[in-house]
């Protein structure tokens, strides 16, 4: 079976996290949305998403294939949905978004159906659906599998599920699922004194530091590092949040670091709906909630003591410091605070990038050059300090 994640109109609405990669390689839960399908169908999957991505994600085209939209969440009932199309057939959720199509291509029109479907639209809905995928995730990773043992060095609370892989090390920490299920990956570390209320995802090579406090659901991404306070966020991989500060209803992509004693706002004063940042309509969108944090995008940072008013939208390879709130919407490629902006270089920017993946074994490879010159050149109109 060919299968093909596909981007459609909708993934803008998930700007700045797709700046830089398919709406499919976005983590909510332990896994990301592409590997929950493969694992689900048994199958590897390719992409078929904005052109300048596409030499770092493949498509892999066919006569025929298994078209599905990279932003829909699985679960069993609609696997099941998606195995039974046969050639020609697609289904449609009920708000007439596409969500599976059989055949060579993608279809031109849609025929009307009636299939209820979770996607992941806006960056706040990844925070908001994390809790249930941590736990559906955690059902399918550890299906007939039993957890490495855990050290009596920890203290348990309830009895709630709690899985170490066998590389896993966890000593001196209180560790409570009764809320939700504890998963700790390969090689992922909880050091002493972290207290940690499920659910929580600590995945592949990442840690949580000493004294760490985690509220659930969170989910640490691969290669990550956290300290002071979390509550219900999403790292997505490779990124830093390695000291004291608050972190709450929030999404980071990859590669961002943020700076000792920052924190974020997750609640307005006055206790009013929160608005985020709205690419496409280029103006601050109501987002039904009333705790929303920051959204900063892949390669981002910020320096120490830096605070975030609520509903934050950080672009891609921003670097934020000085004392004072940055402003609640910053364009990629932003170089400054309260202060004022301007224009962090793309050369600066690879100098910096380039350092930070070699920490990790990584390179800054010319694909990925490549992404982050389109990601400059497309988002240069809205860094309002070059105009003026």
């Known amino acids: 079976m060919n299968v093909i994640?596909?981007?459609?109109?909708?993934?803008?609405?998930?700007?700045?996290?797709?700046?830089?990669?398919?709406?499919?390689?976005?983590?909510?839960?332990?896994?990301?949305?592409?590997?929950?399908?493969?694992?689900?169908?048994?199958?590897?999957?390719?992409?078929?998403?904005?052109?300048?991505?596409?030499?770092?994600?493949?498509?892999?085209?066919?006569?025929?294939?298994?078209?599905?939209?990279?932003?829909?969440?699985?679960?069993?009932?609609?696997?099941?949905?998606?195995?039974?199309?046969?050639?020609?057939?697609?289904?449609?959720?009920?708000?007439?978004?596409?969500?599976?199509?059989?055949?060579?291509?993608?279809?031109?029109?849609?025929?009307?159906?009636?299939?209820?479907?979770?996607?992941?639209?806006?960056?706040?809905?990844?925070?908001?659906?994390?809790?249930?995928?941590?736990?559906?995730?955690?059902?399918?990773?550890?299906?007939?599998?039993?957890?490495?043992?855990?050290?009596?060095?920890?203290?348990?609370?309830?009895?709630?599920?709690?899985?170490?892989?066998?590389?896993?090390?966890?000593?001196?920490?209180?560790?409570?699922?009764?809320?939700?299920?504890?998963?700790?990956?390969?090689?992922?570390?909880i050091m002493e004194g972290s207290l940690v209320r499920g659910g929580l995802a600590l995945c592949d090579n990442s840690a949580l530091k000493l004294g760490a406090k985690i509220y659930g659901p969170t989910t640490v991404g691969p290669h990550s590092k956290v300290g002071g306070e979390v509550s219900n966020s999403v790292l997505i991989g490779y990124s830093n949040k390695g000291h004291d500060g608050f972190l709450g209803n929030s999404v980071l992509g990859e590669w961002c670091n943020i700076g000792a004693d920052s924190n974020n706002s997750n609640l307005k004063n006055n206790y009013a709906e929160v608005r985020l940042w709205d690419y496409e309509t280029e103006r601050f969108r109501k987002t039904g909630k009333q705790f929303c944090g920051l959204i900063m995008g892949d390669h981002s940072k910020c320096g120490i003591n830096t605070m975030f008013n609520t509903g934050t939208v950080v672009g891609v390879s921003s670097n934020i410091f000085g004392s004072g709130f940055p402003r609640n919407y910053v364009p990629s490629f932003g170089w400054g605070g309260a202060s004022g902006f301007s224009t962090y270089q793309l050369r600066k920017a690879f100098e910096t990038t380039a350092l930070v993946m070699e920490r990790r074994g990584l390179e800054l490879n010319e694909v990925e050059k490549d992404i982050l010159t389109q990601i400059f050149e497309m988002t240069s109109e809205n860094r309002f300090w070059e105009t003026k």
Do not use: M
Request: charged share 25%; hydrophobic share 35%; with cysteine.
């Open 5 to 189: 994640l596909f981007d459609d109109t909708f993934t803008k609405g998930l700007l700045p996290l797709t700046f830089t990669r398919p709406a499919g390689e976005i983590r909510v839960g332990i896994l990301t949305i592409r590997k929950k399908w493969e694992h689900r169908l048994q199958t590897i999957a390719s992409y078929k998403t904005q052109d300048y991505l596409q030499a770092k994600y493949p498509f892999i085209p066919s006569e025929s294939s298994l078209w599905i939209n990279g932003a829909c969440l699985p679960d069993q009932t609609l696997v099941e949905q998606v195995r039974a199309l046969e050639e020609g057939q697609q289904l449609v959720a009920t708000n007439d978004r596409l969500i599976a199509y059989r055949g060579g291509e993608l279809p031109s029109e849609l025929i009307e159906s009636n299939i209820d479907a979770t996607f992941i639209n806006y960056p706040e809905d990844i925070f908001t659906h994390n809790g249930v995928e941590l736990e559906k995730d955690f059902d399918i990773v550890t299906e007939n599998r039993s957890s490495a043992p855990i050290s009596d060095t920890n203290t348990i609370v309830g009895s709630g599920r709690i899985f170490l892989e066998e590389s896993a090390k966890v000593e001196g920490a209180i560790l409570n699922a009764s809320n939700g299920s504890i998963y700790v990956g390969h090689g992922a570390e």
